[in-house]
């Protein structure tokens, strides 16, 4: 998933590539190029806007034997205004090809444009009414380079060189396998989904398994039903030689069931690092409120690649062991005391799945959250919210500030992958802001129960924090999401005056801090202009709290001029 998943470890990777890849002097220079093809998938245009998807009923034949694919998808929508010229908008990637569309029995015409098919469907077809338009397609989808970042399907090997067949398809999109509305604030109410594979694999998807099918041709088809709303990049093939167990959570909206599926070889394994999931679901219900989906239940499955956040039906990659492929990303040790896919994917049912973007442009509000919810974990699980900071101010060693966080609307573009761990260390900074642990919870819960279900927009989120914590944010959320800098307090101490200021910030910049001067702890009001303050005689040294994001640096004589700088404030 090049666009979503600048997963942690290629974050500083794809940074140096970027600039490798630049003449000298040109760093930062080049402006992203758009073409009619970013548009047509980003844009909600005038063959998207005038229908709304209400429920999806997908039927896919997967044959591991060639890598085909083969099915349909009807789609049921409810007209919200006169479709006009533009037509009916239906995505599907190439190499698959649509082989026919047909609405109340009747053959539609179809015009392709790219990975966009536009339908001629009826004009007569008038607000509130509800259609069904049956898309029937087949052929070989793009295989997965590198999943789950560079997406599509995944045909791999388990034990025995038995087949294990997944999708992972995010940033790519959806289209890349089924034909639907690839536009990400779309999202029907439900979804079936039928999945035919050869016998003796199983099929594994969302929601909940409504029966399966002995077809009499060496295939079985599994029948899994979602019947909440669904992001259709959360919608998953999982098929293999899978054990299977249930528990249940006894959580704030009662028993929940947990369903395993990882592959037979390695359920034991699986039976005892997976005892990490009833923690985690305890830990996220206190700090978000209850869990989305208790209709559709909760279900691990061992992936062939390192993890996905598909709703109600998590995809797990880690090789059974904590950290990040055994690896700390925060360098504190607290990350090895978690299993990472375990913690950070279940924390998209949250944020992502639960409350969604409209646009991929405000992804941080997927992904600046659950990387936030990996701190809250630390604390949860270590009872110190000294253990939890320790982790999350570690982690900014992974952020290269290379770019905003927001990136550009209407044209399925994401901004830096900064979104994972600058943005955290803006919500922890914040956290410091409101100073009341009580109120930052309601804050995280309130989110969650009032825009549940819901496709958001970045200033729909910024003004709730901002009004329920009762904190102006402004500033803070065009500082961290908007530019690339990292405010720096620069200051000076002539005698007992401690002049500082900001620096390297947004304009209006005014977000208060924390320091310490000596032995003493204050709360400082910066701006852009020079302040001063009497301090204790003595007092020679300024630091800036680390769990704020920023940085200090003490200047010599002149207040213009350069000092030193605080490390632990980087």
Known sequence: MPNRAIRPFAILALALAQVLALAPGQVGAQAPTFTHADSLRGSNGPARSWWDVTYYDLNVNINPADRSISGWNA???RVTAAPGDAGMQID??????????????????????????FLATPSQQRPDETHTVTVYYHGTPVVAVRPPWDGGFIWAKQAGDAPWVATA??????????PNKDFQEEEPDSQRIALTVPDPLMAISNGRLRGTTANGNG?????????????????????????????????????????????AENETAARAQWTQTQPMMRCFEEWFGPYPWYADGFKMIESPHLGMEHQSAIAYGNGYQNGYLGRDLSGSGQGLKWDFIIIHEAAHEWWGNNITSKDVADMWVHESFAAYSEN????????????????????????SNDGPIIGEYGVQNQGSGDMYYKGANML??????????ARWRSVLRGLNRDFARQTVTTAQVEAYIARESGVELDKVFDQYLRSAMIPLLEWRIEGTTLSYRWTDV????????????????????PTEAWQSLEVAAGTTALRVNPNYYAKDRATEGDPQAAGGRNPAGS
């Open 219 to 263: 295939t079985t088809t599994y029948e899994w039903f979602v019947a909440s709303p669904i992001n259709n990049y959360g919608i998953a093939v999982n098929a293999g030689a899978f054990a299977h167990w249930q528990e249940t959570f006894n959580g704030m909206n009662g028993p929940l069931t947990l369903d395993f599926w990882p592959l």
């Open 428 to 437: 922890h900074t914040i956290r410091q802001l409101v100073d009341d642990d």
């Open 506 to 525: 947004v304009e209006g910049f005014d977000m208060p801090v924390q320091v310490r001067l000596g032995a003493a702890t204050v709360r400082l009001a």
């Open 169 to 178: 398809n995010q940033g790519l999109g959806a289209s890349v396998w089924w």
């Open 92 to 117: 599907l990637q190439a190499p698959l090809s649509i082989d026919s569309v047909t609405l109340a029995g009747r053959r539609l015409s179809v015009r392709q444009d790219g990975n966009a098919f």
């Open 75 to 77: 789609i049921t929508y």
């Open 376 to 399: 809250l974990y630390t604390e949860c699980l270590t009872g110190s919210k000294q253990a939890g900071a320790e982790y999350v101010v570690g982690t900014r060693a992974n952020i």
